[in-house]
């Protein structure tokens, strides 16, 4: 039986540092989109979008909460990986739409 059977790594290494640097990619977006209050992006259709002040702020903090998220490749066990996944994918979600809720 093989040692990573036993502490639920089936990934890779470097499929785990991928998940890692494209986590890391996405808290460095958030914080600026947070700090800067400006974020710039597209939308699906390549229409231009750009929030500002308070709807950039929940956007770079969703954003932020997404690549917490990734860090779930990391975890020993499934179901940890799981409940740190659907948690902060959850609360990222909530920051996205929080704009549209007030």
Same mark, same amino acid.
């Given at each position: 039986? *093989?040692?990573?059977? *036993?502490?639920?790594?089936?990934l890779?290494?470097?499929?785990? %540092?991928?998940?890692?640097?494209?986590?890391l990619?996405l808290?460095?977006? $958030?914080?600026?989109?947070?700090?800067?209050?400006?974020?710039a992006?597209?939308t699906?259709?390549?229409?231009? =979008?750009?929030?500002?002040? $308070?709807?950039? =702020?929940?956007?770079?903090l969703g954003l932020?909460?997404?690549?917490?998220?990734?860090?779930?490749f990391?975890?020993?066990?499934?179901?940890v990986?799981g409940? %740190?996944?659907?948690?902060?994918? =959850?609360?990222? =979600?909530?920051?996205m739409?929080?704009?549209?809720?007030?």
């Amino acid at each position: 039986m *093989h040692p990573e059977a *036993h502490t639920g790594r089936s990934l890779s290494r470097p499929a785990r %540092w991928t998940a890692l640097l494209f986590g890391l990619g996405l808290m460095v977006l $958030g914080a600026l989109a947070a700090i800067t209050g400006r974020y710039a992006g597209r939308t699906r259709t390549g229409q231009a =979008v750009l929030l500002l002040d $308070g709807d950039a =702020v929940f956007t770079g903090l969703g954003l932020m909460a997404f690549g917490v998220a990734l860090l779930a490749f990391w975890a020993r066990r499934p179901a940890v990986a799981g409940a %740190w996944m659907g948690v902060w994918m =959850v609360l990222g =979600v909530l920051l996205m739409l929080a704009p549209a809720w007030r």
